[in-house]
């Protein structure tokens, strides 16, 4: 849970497969109505992590505003 709705780390070699991206990992954030606000492409499962809970404390520069 975020203050804007969710953010999900993805694995694209591991489902994750579906989402048009450069780097293995991306952390997508979506609004409380479950719409994509943003995705974000990490080299690392760390960083997509660490990402994702900066997200949950509400530090998301990436999304779009609405």
């Not at 780390?9 to 479950?34: L, P, Q, T």
Request: charged letters at 35%; hydrophobic letters at 35%.
């Amino acid at each position: 849970m975020t203050p804007f709705g969710h953010a999900v780390v993805y694995d694209r070699k591991n489902g994750g497969d579906w989402i048009d991206a450069d780097e293995r990992w991306v952390v997508a954030a979506y609004d409380h109505d479950r719409s994509n606000i943003g995705l974000m492409e990490c080299s690392s499962e760390r960083r997509a992590r660490e990402i994702m809970k900066d997200a949950r404390d509400g530090e998301a520069h990436w999304i779009e505003p609405q």
